[in-house]
């Protein structure tokens, strides 16, 4: 069987315990074969169990039964929004769809990765064996340079991947559309004992992390922007707190960096920040500089 189609059949399989309260074994095959999942094919029971423990090693996702024989997730929480569970289940799922519906092809329009992505095995391989590599790197507007690093963690943002290295001084983000080259090195580096990638960049917005202090934001979203806020949340601490028919409240606990503060800027007249006062006045005086281009 190929893997594109195996990947299908997991993805088919956890998407539909997650959207339903319980399936029996007949209840599965009856939506299998009302989908053409494999052509018509039943799903049987070897092959079912076969699958099963696919989209356990694959996802870290149990599929349990219970006493009327129903089968569903046992941890959906394995692939909360952030996990790379949740992002590859979102892809595959995805691809398997634009497989089964290439005359379509021209309808389904997504958003391209701008550059970087050639290195991708290379980096995967280094984070997974613990091995440092030689990287050049060039920032936008200065001179490129060649340095050793030990690559930690791989972050999407914006449409742009960043790679999370430690550089013998500090932890830095690497954007991958700046990497000129990546070489694999033999030396191998410990992985910081107590160390979180996910943790690192918690208290943020994106990917950057210089410091700004952690404090108490509250914005205010007026007419339908409240309800992207509920919808796609800018931040995990993110909390509706005041409801009205006019606008809503939201409080998170986050650092306010550029990244931050260029995300509310995306979102106009809809979005209004309430406190703290500083994080306010950058708004207003970033905002004001935004008009002065166009007097």
């Not at 997650?18 to 029971?45: C, I, Y």
């Not at 339908?224 to 931040?235: F, K, Q």
Request: aromatic share 10%; with cysteine.
């Amino acid at each position: 069987m190929k893997e594109s189609k195996k990947y299908h059949y997991y993805t088919w399989l956890v998407t539909t315990l997650l959207n339903s309260k319980g399936l029996t074994l007949e209840q599965l095959n009856r939506r299998w074969m009302n989908e053409e999942v494999a052509d018509g094919d039943p799903l049987a029971r070897t092959t079912f169990n076969r699958y099963r423990d696919g989209v356990l090693e694959m996802f870290g996702l149990i599929i349990d039964c219970d006493r009327e024989h129903r089968y569903f997730i046992a941890n959906p929480s394995e692939i909360d929004d952030d996990s790379m569970e949740r992002w590859m289940l979102s892809t595959l799922t995805v691809g398997g769809v634009l497989a089964d519906s290439a005359s379509l092809k021209d309808r389904i329009m997504l958003e391209s990765v701008p550059a970087g992505e050639e290195f991708l095995p290379t980096l995967i391989r280094a984070i997974k064996t613990n091995r440092y590599i030689m990287m050049g790197y060039q920032k936008f507007g200065s001179e490129g340079y060649v340095k050793q690093v030990a690559p930690l963690a791989l972050k999407l943002s914006k449409r742009r991947w960043y790679l999370l290295a430690d550089t013998g001084q500090d932890k830095r983000t690497y954007s991958l559309d700046r990497i000129k080259s990546v070489e694999l090195t033999k030396d191998t580096f410990k992985f910081p004992d107590n160390f979180s990638p996910q943790q690192y960049y918690c208290e943020y917005f994106g990917v950057l992390t210089d410091g700004t202090p952690l404090c108490k934001v509250v914005v205010r979203a007026y007419g339908r922007m409240a309800d992207y806020l509920r919808t796609l949340p800018v931040h995990p601490s993110q909390k509706e707190t005041l409801t009205t028919a006019d606008y809503a409240d939201f409080t998170m606990q986050i650092r306010p960096t550029a990244d931050f503060v260029n995300e509310l800027i995306s979102r106009g007249d809809g979005i209004e920040v309430l406190e703290p006062a500083e994080l306010r006045d950058r708004m207003a005086k970033t905002i004001s500089a935004i008009l002065k281009r166009y007097e």
